[in-house]
């Protein structure tokens, strides 16, 4: 993780105390502009490393810090996409430990792609931790209030669905109640609502889950294949519930949708059956 950095320190007044070069961190103070290697984030400050040694700055004192996103942070998101979960957490939870906390919209990213790759394993206790320090190191953050819908996932795919239907009502319920939200808070309330029909499906709430599945359908269609999902998991809950209009109409728009393969394969086969069942 270490990196060749130049250094330079300017006085407010613009004059140069100590100059080499271009590329580096830049760690603006009320007095001074440092520029050099950010080596440590901790509860004493911010260390910086400058060539007469390392100089840890007081958070108090920090206006803004400049940290470009490391090239490994990058292979880590690669490692992810791969499925490579154990790849992406060597490679991402140094990074965390050392500058956790760094107030750059990066790092804060890391950090939950950390917990991501630990809930992907599934590993609960450490998904959990990371998600928890997140909230601790950036309680102001937009993306806090997506932490609790992320560790709702982990329970569900645990099926401790009990467990989960709390977090998932807590996170979802003040989103619901905006008058507008984010692209990213639409993505995770569709995702949310998702897993909250299936934790109400699986404890005996037909209703309430179907309910779940159509407001994402109607309400949140943000990401295809969570739509495809929740229209297939709705034809299901009215075939159940035998209303056979209702399950023909939801396998028909899941159709006209134009889902993967095998998504459409099963629901032209289901509503080839009703059809053939239940002509009406």
Known sequence: MKTTLKIMAFGLGGAILTAVCVHADIVTTSTMVYTGQVIRVGVDGLTVRVPAGDITLPVAQVVSVEVPMPVAVLAAKQAMQAKDYQGAIKILKPWVDQLGGLQVDWMEDTILLLGDAYAAIPDAA??????DLFKQLYPQSPKASLVDGKFA?????QKKYADALPLLQKFLDP???????????EQAVAESLLLLGDCQRATGKPDAALDSYLTIVTLFDVEPAITYQARQRAAEIF????????AKQMYQELLAAAPPANVADDAKKKLAALNEAHPE
């Open 126 to 131: 450490n998904a959990r931790k990371i998600y």
């Open 153 to 157: 996932r982990i329970l569900v795919e």
């Open 239 to 246: 075939e159940m519930q035998k209303r056979w209009p209702r």
């Open 175 to 185: 989103l619901l109640a905006k008058q507008s939200i984010s692209e990213d808070e």
